[in-house]
């Protein structure tokens, strides 16, 4: 007998499809992030895969949206690209406390690319960015992002301020609505009014 969950009104799926442990997905444009970030080489979800579990919860009545955590939880994001992610030795003890290192052009070219896969792959309006957990203290930690901070005037919180307007307009770029979770408000954020807390 067919699931039907969406009978039930449980008709959302958020797929949290990268965290700080793992970055299972395939990135065509940075293949690196999985094939270094997933648990193991058979634990990568292919476009394939994607395509699949988006068009089974589709037939069934279920929508499914994409969670990509940033700019914290990245440390798996750096098993494959280690310039993409701070630098913080005293923090990393924890892969909870590595984020993204949104100083570096490279790494808002990743995460453009990641959006635009993602949302190429799944067809609901919402993109959920995370935003959740952020540990500043190992941007401050960083020598690198400390040294970009000052010299642009920068406190950790105008630095994740920046990251998350990028993120918002790269987002609003692919036609997608953003769902953050409750920090970025908590931070006192400025975020599109339409964006989903």
Known sequence: ???????NKMNVLRWHIVD???FP????????????????PSAIFTIQDVQNVVQYGYARGVRVMVEIDGPGHAYSWGLGMPQITANCPSLAANVNNIPLNPTLPLTMQVVQAVYTEMAALFPDWYLHL????????????????????KQHGMSTTDLYQWFETQAHQMAAALN???VNWQEVFDYGLNVSTDTTI
Do not use: F, K, N
């Not at 007998?1 to 009978?7: D, E, I, Q, S, T």
């Not at 997905?25 to 193991?40: D, F, K, M, N, R």
């Not at 995370?130 to 901070?149: F, H, K």
């Open 176 to 178: 997608r609505t953003v």
């Open 130 to 149: 995370g935003g959740d957990e952020l540990v500043t203290d190992c941007w401050s930690d960083d020598p690198q992002i400390a040294q970009y901070m």
């Open 20 to 22: 700080a442990q793992s």
């Open 25 to 40: 997905v395939e990135i065509t444009a940075y293949p690196q992030l999985s094939q270094a970030g997933a648990y193991h």
């Open 1 to 7: 007998r067919p699931l039907r969950p969406g009978y």
